[in-house]
C-alpha cells in the first residue's frame, strides 16, 4: 500500500465558492486563535487544550461561521500544532500568524472516509458543502485518506491523498542504459541526440506580464477594476507555471521510458542562481522541478538513477576516448562543440556530456540505489601539468598532455 496525492480542478456553483470563502476564513481564524492562545498562557497549550478553548467560544465570537464544516477549523489547530512541532524541533522557522494574503486553503475531511468521489468520478462529496463536480476523473481510486481544498488564481482545486495498491516496479534490467545533459537552452539533451526543449514560458509571456501588470498598477487601490485587473495578472502566472509544468511532464515521461538506469548531472541550482546573467534563464526553465519529477517518476518505474558528482567532468570529457580537457583546452561557455584533440572526436555538446552520463550509469554498480550519488572515477594524470614539470619547449597539445600523463 502507497499514499498518492493528486490535485483536481473543481467546477464549483456560485454559492459553493462563497462557501469554500467562508472556510477558507474559518480556517484561518482558528489556526490565528491557536496562535494567540498557546503564546499567551504561562505554560504550552497541548492540542487539545487549545481546540477545547476555541470550540467553547466560536458560537459567541464567530457566529457567522455557525454554518461552516467543524472540521476546517479543527484541521486548521491540528496544522498550527504540526507547524509549532516543526519549530520545536528546529527545522522551520516560529509559526507566524495568517493573514488575507495567506493562501486560500483549508483541509475538509475529518479523517478516513469522510470525503469520497462519487461512482461515476464526476464529483467530490463534502461535509456541508455537498456534491462538488471535477473537471477530470480522478487517477488514483481508494479511500481518501485526507482532503484539501485550496484556490489558485480564480480557480479552486481539490487535493487528495488516496491509499493505493502500487505494483511492483518492472524489472528493467534487461533494457539499454541512457544519460541526458539538463541545461537551460534546451532542456534536456539524450545521448541519442533527441532534445527537450524548454518552453521559455515566463520570457515568450514577458510582454503580456508587463502589461498586466502596468495595467494593475494604473487602477485605483481595491477597486473592482483592481481586483479585475488583478486577477487577470495572477491567471497568467498561473498559465506560465502550468505550461512549464506540462513541458517538464511530457519530456520526463519520454526520457524514461525503455532504459534501465539514467546518467544525470547533480545541479546545485542554488549555487548557479547566484549568477546574475543565468538566474532568469534558469528559474524560467525551473530545473529543480524538473529533476524532482525524474526521480520520483525513475523510482516508481524501477529504473536507477546515477547521478554524477558535481566535479565530474561530463562536459571537459571526451567520450570516445576519456580524455579530458583542461587548462587553456577547456570548453568555454561558447562552444557549442566538442572537438577532441587527442582522438579526432566531434560531437555536438551536450549529446557528448549525455554519452558521457550513459557510460556512467552503466559503469556503476547495480546495487546502488535509484538517487545514489556516484563516485567520481579516477582519471589519469588529471591534476598534474607537463609544463611544471616538463623541460620541452614544443607547443603544448592535448595529445602531449596525455602522453604526458601516460608517462610516456
Ligand atoms: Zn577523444
Redesign the pocket.
Known sequence: MALRAQKIALKPSEKQVAMFCRHVDFARVAYNAAHSESRDAARWMSVYDIKKAFNSRKRDVFPEFADCSQNAGKNAIHAFEDARQRWKSGQNNRPKRKTHKSKPSFQIDNGVGTVRITADGNAAVLPKIGHVRLREKPRYVGEIRRAFISRKASTWFISILVEVDVPEPPDTSALPPAGCDVGISALATMDDGTVYENPRALRVNERKLRRANKALSRKTFLSRNWWKAKERLARLHARIANIRSDAHHQATHRILQGISALGIESLTVKGLMKNRKLSKALADASLGGFLVKLKYKAVRRGIRIVSADQFWPSTQR?S??G?VKRGEFKLTLKDREYH?G????VEDRDVNAAINLRQLASSTDESLNACGDAVTPTLVGWHQNPRVRGRSRKPLTEQRLVDFAHGR
Open positions: 571526451c570516445s576516448c580524455y577532441c587527442v582522438c579526432g572526436f
